[in-house]
Every structure is written in C-alpha cells, then in structure tokens.
C-alpha cells in the first residue's frame, strides 16, 4: 500500500517567492496534520484537516502561511511570500478516526529559503 | 512545564545491552500514547503504540503509568539498526492530535 506521498521532496527558493508544498494522505484516512521541523524548535503541528475541514490552525505561524484540503486525496501548505526562517522540513501525516489514531508520516519536503 | 519532557541523551550503549528511555507527559486528560523512532534527515515512523498499562513488540516493551503520567520504553538486545532518535507521543485534544517530545538520541555502539 502507498503511504503518504510528498512532494516535492526538495525546494530551493528565494525570500520572497511562493512556496506550494503538496500532500497525499493514505486512502480511507480521514485526518490530515501538516508539521513543520527545525533544530531549535524539534517537530510542531502547524494544521490539521478532518474529512477535509480545517479543525485547528492555531500552530499555522502567520498570515503568509495557508493551507487547503480541497478533497480527500490532496492538500497542500502555501507559504507567500517566503522568508528564511520558514526554512525546515515541512512533513504531512494522515490518520484514521477508526484505527487508534496513530499518524503516519510522508517524507517531508525540505525547504530552503535563501 | 512542557507538555512533553524526555532526555535527550545521547545514550550510547554497547550492541546487546539493555536501554530504557523514561518520558513524563502534562496533560492528565491524554488517551493515547505512542513511540516514534526517527532517523536522521527521515520521518517519524511509527514504533509501538502503547495500550493500557504497557505492551511488548519483540525486543520493545513500552510501559505507561497513568497516576504518574509517565511512559517508559526498554530496548533488548539492542542491535545497531536501533540507532536513531526516539520521540514519546501522548495524544491531546479528543484523541487525534498528537504532542510530540523533542526525543532521546540512541546510538547502539560495535
């Protein structure tokens, strides 16, 4: 079975560009997390999706960062425009209300904001 | 106090010995509890969810006591595959958001 596809896996831009990271969870998951990791602040939930809907945002950092779950297979984080310090690995994780919640995790996209 | 507390380590143990990571969690109202393991530059993957009072996967034996909100994981025979960094996850919010430790650092030594 496929687990959950990230991409790309790689990004490399320039402060100020627009950033489009890509998610698609396991199939028949129902929960969507999108994570953001640094060295100094270790693994933190920025966003989470449940049947598509955004439940709780509160970890998103600010106004340039956005996220859309327009269907069950998809979603994807914004970052416009993009600074250096939002440089990290970027992680999505789905989970299924059926199971015992256990999150599984993509490969993650690191970003690099020069 | 922070939500999540564990040792950073580094543990470095010999290949065979026994290792015991210790986590204490805030939040009394948690229901679930998991072990991650990540390696360098990788996703968290998945070791053990933890049920009840404790549960035992092979070589990995996770124990939870709820009353001191706190969770321990024992590796045997540690091999140097287990190398990597060892993350204790309760859950919050009704069961479906996570709170992630910042880890214990295990290296399994020749």
């Known amino acids: 079975d496929a687990g959950v596809i990230q991409s790309p896996r790689h990004e490399v831009t320039e402060m100020g560009q627009e950033v489009t990271l890509r998610c698609k969870p396991i199939?028949?998951?129902?929960?969507l997390f999108w994570y953001r990791q640094t060295m100094m602040r270790g693994l933190e939930l920025l966003i989470y999706?449940?049947?598509?809907?955004?439940?709780?945002d509160s970890g998103m950092p600010e106004d340039r960062f956005s996220a859309k779950m327009p269907n069950a297979s998809f979603s994807t984080l914004k970052i416009q425009p993009s600074e250096p310090r939002d440089s990290a690995v970027y992680f999505c994780?789905?989970?299924?209300?059926?199971?015992?919640?256990?999150?599984?995790f993509g490969p993650g996209t690191r970003l690099t904001v020069t | 106090r922070k939500e999540v507390e564990q040792d950073p380590g580094p543990f470095n143990v010999p290949e065979g010995a026994t290792v015991a990571f210790n986590c204490t969690y805030s939040?009394?109202?948690?229901?679930?509890f998991f072990w991650y393991r990540q390696d360098c530059r990788k996703e968290p993957k998945l070791l053990m969810s933890?049920?009840?009072s404790g549960n035992e996967d092979g070589r990995f034996t996770a124990q939870l006591n709820r009353a001191s909100q706190y969770i321990s994981l024992l590796i045997r025979d540690s091999k140097l595959s287990d190398s990597a960094t060892y993350l204790c996850?309760?859950?919050?919010?009704?069961?479906?958001?996570?709170?992630f430790g910042t880890g214990t650092q295990l290296k399994v030594e020749l």
């Open positions: 996850v309760p859950s919050t919010g009704g069961g479906n958001k996570l709170t």
């Open positions: 939040n009394s109202a948690s229901q679930s």
């Open positions: 933890v049920y009840s």
């Open positions: 999706f449940n049947n598509n809907v955004p439940i709780d």
């Open positions: 199939s028949g998951h129902d929960y």
């Open positions: 994780a789905s989970s299924s209300s059926t199971g015992f919640y256990e999150q599984y």
